[in-house]
């Protein structure tokens, strides 16, 4: 039997600017060369809406993701930074964790990091990251936004994840923002 192929799942980006932060995702999830669907909610907010955080991989292993970082962030409520290496840590030792299939990106109006299972805990120097299929492209739309433009937060993660859906087959255009 013909194994169905990799899974890929949405694009991820964040974007700092003046005080705020915006988080986005397409909902585009693929396995293989089929759209399985196009809806899917891989960004949220956390702690009473101070924090957003998104995932790029399989759904199982986002969602695990998002209540393994809750959990820090209940344990460490005032400190992203701290709740990040924790998890990491957790992540990179923990057997279980450790072959969870995803990318974790969180943020908040101070900082933002992308974590994955290897233990890497990647702080931006610009304030934009991205994950995810698409993530390149709308890095790269978002950078150039921010360089060139003196649009806000949200409106660079609006523009940057529509580009990238118009390159990336694996991006979509139904585009979910978060704001804090």
Request: aromatic residues 4%; contains cysteine; charged residues 25%.
């Amino acid at each position: 039997m013909r194994s169905p192929g990799r899974i890929r799942s949405t694009t991820i980006l964040s974007v700092r600017r003046d005080g705020q932060v915006a988080l986005g995702g397409d909902g585009q999830v693929t396995v293989g060369e089929t759209v399985m669907k196009a809806t899917a909610q891989k960004v949220r907010t956390l702690a009473n809406g101070r924090l957003l955080a998104g995932f790029a991989g399989s759904a199982a292993d986002g969602l695990t993701l998002f209540q393994k970082f809750e959990e820090k962030i209940e344990r460490y409520p005032d400190n992203l930074r701290r709740a990040a290496v924790e998890l990491a840590k957790d992540w990179r030792s923990d057997r279980v964790l450790r072959r969870l299939e995803a990318l974790l990106a969180v943020t908040d109006k101070e900082s933002s990091f992308i974590l994955s299972g290897t233990g890497d805990i990647i702080e931006p120097d610009d304030g934009v990251l991205a994950i995810g299929s698409g993530g390149p492209y709308a890095l790269a739309a978002a950078r150039a936004l921010v360089a060139s433009t003196p649009l806000p937060a949200v409106e660079i993660v609006r523009r940057a994840l529509e580009i990238a859906a118009d390159i990336c087959i694996y991006t979509n255009n139904r585009i979910t923002i978060l704001e804090a």
